[in-house]
């Protein structure tokens, strides 16, 4: 759960495949003096993922969804380690299989892709998202 922080991207594997992309912002509960009705209360922290989307589901995505929106993600959590000039670097990735607009925070209209477009529907061939 939280905001997209980026622009969606959407590319083209090698094979066909349609992958999108985009940066996700959570931020844990708020921190502060509870007794004061939420003065001085502050955010807490803010982890940043990447999502990834493969197939029909990037192009809803990359159709559906702007900077800032609130959204759930659900999917497959991996994190990334690596060296990066000397230094150890950790990267957090979301392999996406589900991607909404948070309803707490607004209202949505569905639209299913046959009536949005209907090309969207055409069969894309592979599995692989990278």
Known sequence: ?????????????????AVARFRLAATTGRRGDRGRKGEGRAAGHTSFYTVWAAQSLAANVASSVTSGEPLLVHGTLRIREEDRDGRPRVSAEIEATSVGHDLTHGTAVF????????????????????
Not at 111 to 130: C, E, H, K, Q, W
């Open 1 to 17: 759960m939280g905001s997209a922080a980026t622009p969606v991207e959407l590319s083209e594997t090698s094979e066909g495949v």
């Open 111 to 130: 639209r299913p892709v046959s009536d949005a477009n209907p090309a969207l529907t055409a069969p894309i061939g592979g599995s692989s998202m990278y």
